[in-house]
């Protein structure tokens, strides 16, 4: 499985930005997804979950209500829409992939996903 993020940007605080993962290889619908983020000199975190076969979605409490996680299966492609957005959001986003779903408690382990895509720059910033 090969993974290609894009559509990072520069953005004002309180703008929106769609970041996208194109998926090849596999067909997403029976992937399990999740964004990560990683800011200078702070470790990958967990953004966003979206499970196989139409599996659970799961946030970090900072986007709840704020960023949603979807698939396109016609396309192949994941997407993180995000909204509302603050400087504290700054930071290199990433896209992964596994085959199987995961439990609540180990969505946002990086090492959990044996995949990953470059990753796109997103930066907040007025």
């Known amino acids: 499985v090969q993974l290609q993020a894009s559509g990072g940007g520069l953005v004002q605080p309180g703008g929106s930005l769609r970041v996208a993962c194109e998926v090849s290889?596999?067909?997403?619908?029976?992937?399990?997804i999740a964004w990560f983020r990683q800011a200078p000199g702070k470790e990958r975190e967990g953004v966003a979950y979206?499970?196989?076969?139409?599996?659970?979605?799961w946030y970090r409490d900072s986007v709840k209500g704020r960023f949603t996680i979807s698939k396109d299966n016609a396309k192949n492609m994941v997407y993180l829409q995000m909204n509302s957005l603050k400087e504290e959001d700054t930071a290199r986003y990433y896209c992964?992939?596994?085959?199987?779903?995961?439990?609540?408690?180990?969505?946002?382990?990086?090492?959990?996903?044996?995949?990953w895509g470059q990753g796109t720059q997103v930066t907040v910033s007025s």
């Open positions: 992964a992939s596994r085959v199987n779903n995961l439990i609540a408690s180990a969505w946002n382990d990086p090492r959990q996903y044996p995949n």
């Open positions: 979206s499970g196989s076969r139409g599996g659970s979605k």
């Open positions: 290889g596999d067909t997403v619908h029976y992937l399990t």
